[in-house]
C-alpha cells in the first residue's frame, strides 16, 4: 500500500520545510527590521547636520529630527533606539 504526502504530512514530518504562514512571518520581521533600521538612518542624517558649520544647516537639522521624531510610531521606538546604538548616534527615544 503506498502512502501518499499530503502538505499537512510532510510539514509535520520534516520540520526543515516551512509553511507558508511560516514565510509570511519571516517577511512580516523583515519589514519590521527594515523599517526600524530606515527611522535609525534618518536620525544620523540628521545628527550629522549639527557638526556642520553653517548655523542655518544646524537649525535645519535639529528641526528634522524633531519632525522625526514626532513622525514616528510608538511601537518602532525600542527598535530605532537598538539601530543608533548600532550606528553610533547620540538620539535616544523614549518608549
Not at 535645519?60 to 525600542?78: C, H, S, Y
Not at 530605532?80 to 527615544?93: A, H, M, Q
Request: hydrophobic share 35%; charged share 35%; glycine share 4%.
Amino acid at each position: 500500500m503506498r502512502k501518499y504526502f499530503t502538505k499537512k504530512n510532510i510539514v509535520g514530518q520534516f520540520p526543515l520545510v516551512k509553511s507558508k504562514a511560516d514565510g509570511s512571518e519571516l517577511k512580516k520581521r523583515l519589514r519590521q527590521w527594515q523599517h526600524s533600521r530606515s527611522w535609525a538612518r534618518l536620525i544620523c542624517e540628521a545628527e550629522k547636520m549639527w557638526s556642520l558649520e553653517s548655523r542655518e544647516l544646524k537649525r535645519l537639522g535639529a528641526m528634522e529630527l524633531i519632525q522625526l521624531q514626532n513622525e514616528m510610531p510608538f511601537n518602532v521606538r525600542r527598535r530605532v533606539n537598538f539601530w543608533l546604538i548600532k550606528y553610533s548616534g547620540s538620539t535616544r527615544l523614549e518608549d
